[in-house]
């Protein structure tokens, strides 16, 4: 069981805005940046939104990040089928002194 | 770039080591993470190392099994792996740190270890 909550899944039609919410507490959400991660099926995870709301080079602004107490969420606008992929929140604990994952949440573009 | 290798198919109790090649970045100035993925589950932090290698942190199920160590001589980081469980089956990725906060920002295409008798 993840110490961050995601929903397993998630899903839009093209051109829509869609939100994955990551649920946690005060000492990983509360006190610490949130990072996501996409991971396309057969590949690696990638950086998608560092520091809850910062974005890598070369990723789009239609994502975006932002957090609220201790949730997170990754909004994405302009839905394209290619976003089809799993959606993973991140974020140290203070309590484990770990970096702990959400579950992970499966995007499907109808 | 990073390049994960050294998964095989281990029995348990074996031992394994993993290695990661790092290039095209200054890999003494950066942090290094292990995460391994279950096959079609979910990922799962293993083990981080500072920049200067002067600390280490692991999750609980592999703590004193486990080393991750940083040789920036052969710009190589490895984990090694002793007494290993069924459980550890996993594809496992090395990830650089981003340099600020807990982000990891290059990660490998990843290795598969196989515990299993």
């Known amino acids: 069981q993840s110490v961050l909550t995601q929903p397993p899944s998630a899903s839009g039609t093209p051109g829509q805005r869609v939100t994955i919410s990551c649920s946690g507490s005060?000492?990983?959400?509360?006190?610490?940046?949130v990072n996501w991660y996409r991971q396309l099926p057969g590949t690696a995870p990638k950086l998608l939104i560092y520091?809850?709301?910062q974005w890598p080079s070369g990723v789009p602004d239609r994502f975006s990040g932002s957090k609220s107490g201790t949730s997170a969420s990754l909004a994405i606008s302009g839905l394209q089928s290619d976003d089809e992929a799993d959606y993973y929140c991140?974020?140290?604990?203070?309590?484990?002194?770990?970096?702990?994952f959400g579950g992970g949440t499966k995007l499907t573009v109808l | 770039q990073v390049v994960e290798s050294g998964g095989d198919l281990v029995q348990p109790g074996g031992s394994l080591r993993l290695s990661c090649v790092a290039s095209?970045?200054?890999?003494?100035?950066?942090?290094m993470t292990w995460v391994r993925q279950t096959p079609g589950k979910g990922l799962e932090w293993v083990s981080s190392?500072?920049?200067?290698?002067?600390?280490?942190y692991y999750t609980d199920s592999v703590k004193g099994r486990f080393t991750i160590s940083k040789d920036t001589s052969k710009n190589t980081l490895y984990l090694h792996m002793l007494n290993l469980r069924i459980e550890d089956t996993a594809v496992y990725y090395c990830?650089?740190?981003?340099?600020?906060?807990?982000?990891?920002?290059?990660w490998g295409q990843g290795t598969l270890v196989t515990v299993s008798s």
């Open positions: 990830a650089k740190g981003l340099g600020s906060g807990s982000a990891l920002d290059y």
């Open positions: 095209g970045f200054i890999f003494r100035s950066y942090a």
């Open positions: 190392i500072t920049a200067s290698s002067n600390r280490t």
């Open positions: 005060s000492s990983n959400i509360g006190d610490n940046a």
């Open positions: 520091s809850t709301n």
């Open positions: 991140a974020a140290w604990d203070d309590s484990l002194k770990g970096l702990i």
